[in-house]
């Protein structure tokens, strides 16, 4: 018999992918208006916070849900070597997306590694770690779609050849920057 809590939790993640399929998730949402709850971000910004939990979720769902996910398939693999992993790859990066705003994502998260503490056998967990890691992707796909790629980027273009001849009177030689820093740039 499949542990209640999985099948439950698998479920909730099932109707969840559908409804964000082509919904905006409501945290993602409150995320890029910086409407999350407490303010996250420094500096009475928050255009940080939005591009560092795009990078946080993807490494979550390609790396830690990926990851967890073929332990959990492969029988080299103990239950204890999976909460181990699971241990190394899933809270640090799902407690930050919680401070950033998405606090559903970190819920279903939560859940699923106290499932991987309590479970004795690795097939209670397939089926929702496949969920889970469908569901991080997919958020993933709208924290990265709305992210706000040219409010940051603007500075940092790339400059004309006539530009840079420019700027070029204000670089400073590698003997002048060695007064500076006396330490070998080599």
Known sequence: MMNAKAVELNKELIAEIKEITLNEPIDVKRMRTGLMD???????????????ADGEIRALG??????????LRDDKFTMEQ??????FLLPFGGEFL???GLKTLWGYLKRFIDLINECDK???LIEVCRSL??????????????APW????????????EEMEELQKYFKSEEELKKDYPYDRN
Not at 62 to 71: N, P, S
Not at 82 to 87: L, S, Y
């Open 38 to 52: 407490p303010p996250a971000g420094s500096w009475n910004q928050y255009f940080t916070t939005h591009l560092f």
């Open 62 to 71: 390609y790396l830690g849900m990926t990851t967890v996910d073929h332990c």
């Open 82 to 87: 999976v909460r181990i992993v699971a241990g």
């Open 98 to 100: 919680a401070y950033a």
């Open 122 to 124: 690795k097939e209670d």
């Open 133 to 146: 890691m469908i569901y991080v992707n997919y958020t993933h796909a709208w924290t990265h779609l709305y």
């Open 150 to 161: 040219g409010a940051g980027g603007t500075a940092f273009m790339f400059k004309s050849s």
